[in-house]
């Protein structure tokens, strides 16, 4: 029998993950069922979970590369980009993410592989903490407070504009992005705030 070389493993790993993604964006992620990610994949259950283990372990693979490709976004281009790649992401895609909001709650297994696999690695966290650094050195950014808290932040406002595209409205992104250009904007030290009221 012919081994099968690395490239066609890599193709045959890339069209499982693009047609469970078409499958979970269509059916919801409790309603992506073994037999309809084989149609969707044009592969057999053997095959599928020959490659990921289980449903769970697509979706995490899915999820982590969507956190990883936006997390790229804004350290090559910023924050702009990244709110600009939400935006074109399809809308019933991200839906998937809030029914696994339960799991994430309620099943503890789920929610550690997701930790381990969904979120950013932390060299790319890292590089996105440095960015921001960056941009409070050059005054592009407010520097009254941590990228951490900057980041948990924007991650506020990431989750409500997928959570208002999945629910199908539209999250009015030119407003949500100049309120926050503004709450970020780099702010007057309270000393020169101080002498500026000064008469």
């Not at 009254?144 to 808290?149: N, T, V």
Request: charged share 30%.
């Amino acid at each position: 029998m012919p081994r099968i070389t690395e490239e066609a493993k890599q193709e045959r790993r890339e069209r499982i993950l693009a047609g469970a993604r078409r499958c979970f964006a269509r059916y919801g992620y409790e309603g992506a069922t073994v037999v309809r990610l084989e149609q969707e994949t044009g592969l057999s259950r053997g095959a599928i979970f020959n490659w990921f283990g289980s449903k769970d372990d697509l979706f995490v693979e899915l999820a982590a590369r969507d956190n990883e490709r936006l997390s790229r976004i804004w350290i090559d281009e910023g924050l702009d980009a990244t709110f600009r790649a939400l935006l074109d992401e399809d809308p019933d895609w991200l839906g998937v993410y809030l029914s696994v909001a339960h799991r994430l709650r309620t099943d503890p297994a789920f929610r550690e592989r997701w930790q381990q696999r969904a979120q950013a690695p932390q060299a790319l966290l890292q590089q996105i903490v440095e960015r921001m650094r960056r941009e409070q050195a050059a005054g592009a950014l407010r520097d009254d407070l941590e990228p951490e808290a900057i980041g948990r932040f924007l991650g506020v406002v990431f989750d409500g504009v997928v959570i208002q595209r999945a629910a199908g409205f539209d999250p009015g992104l030119d407003v949500v992005r100049a309120l926050v250009r503004d709450a970020l904007a780099p702010r007057a030290s309270e000393r020169a705030r101080a002498e500026a009221l000064t008469p």
